[in-house]
């Protein structure tokens, strides 16, 4: 069955960086596109980039535009969301998944705090 596994996230102060990672099984990753969501307390759940299936082209929500890049690894079935220059406002849950597929994975906890 699919399965996808975020890591990387912790606890970051303003202005640092972060680099997410989301494991991915179950399905033949290179022949999907893939997004990074995220979820903050009390807010739904919301998109902040998505990569095409070769990595060629990338789209990012206004609020990350400049400040995160998502990248993957097709041999390693890996998809990575870089994160620069923090805010409190992207503390949240972040959660990768395919396109196409209605899968979730648990997610890792990000929170920017000083």
């Known amino acids: 069955q699919v399965q996808l596994v975020e890591s990387g996230g912790g606890l970051v102060q303003p202005g640092g960086s972060l680099r997410l990672s989301c494991a991915a099984s179950g399905f033949t990753f290179r022949y999907y596109a893939m997004s990074w969501y995220r979820q903050a307390p009390g807010k739904e759940r919301e998109w902040v980039a998505s990569?095409?299936?070769?990595?060629?082209?990338?789209k990012y929500a206004d609020s990350v535009k400049g400040r995160f890049t998502i990248s993957r690894h097709n041999a390693r079935n890996t998809l990575y969301l870089q994160m620069r220059d923090l805010k409190p406002e992207d503390t949240a849950v972040y959660f990768c998944k395919p396109q196409e597929i209605d899968s979730w994975g648990r997610g890792t906890q990000v929170t920017v705090s000083s």
């Open positions: 990569v095409t299936k070769d990595g060629g082209v990338s």
